[in-house]
């Protein structure tokens, strides 16, 4: 089994900052890609960024400048840095990941169970 744990979504005022962390644990080979998206009530899933495995990132025009993905590839943990908050970017964020669970297979993609971020005064 493979596991993606969210943390560190809350409630922050306009113009402040938020670290998200996503651990992946389980039987696991090697990660490919990571990513954050986020998806409002009634509307799709957006992409808010993603990252290679060997490091190259892609982000939305909407975030670009204010937030920042990472990744930690010996602890299998993607980062994303919420700088500049606007309430805008309230919504429920989800990590995914694209695992190789055993050598000479295809990865399969696997999501967080997302977590609540609140942007307000």
């Known amino acids: 089994q493979v596991q993606l744990v969210e943390s560190g979504g809350g409630l922050v005022q306009p113009g402040g900052s938020l670290r998200l962390s996503c651990a992946a644990s389980?039987?696991?080979?090697?990660?490919?890609?990571m990513g954050w998206y986020r998806q409002a009530p009634g509307k799709e899933r957006e992409l808010v960024a993603t990252i290679t495995s060997g490091g190259s990132t892609n982000y939305a025009d909407s975030v670009k400048g204010r937030f920042t993905i990472s990744r930690d590839n010996a602890k299998n943990t993607v980062y994303l840095q919420m700088n500049s908050l606007k309430p805008e970017d309230t919504t429920v964020y989800y990590c995914?990941?694209?695992?190789?669970?055993?050598?000479?297979?295809?990865?399969?993609?696997?999501w967080g169970q997302g977590t609540q971020v609140t942007v307000s005064s």
């Open positions: 995914n990941a694209d695992i190789v669970r055993y050598v000479a297979t295809d990865y399969v993609r696997y």
């Open positions: 389980g039987s696991i080979f090697s990660i490919n890609g």
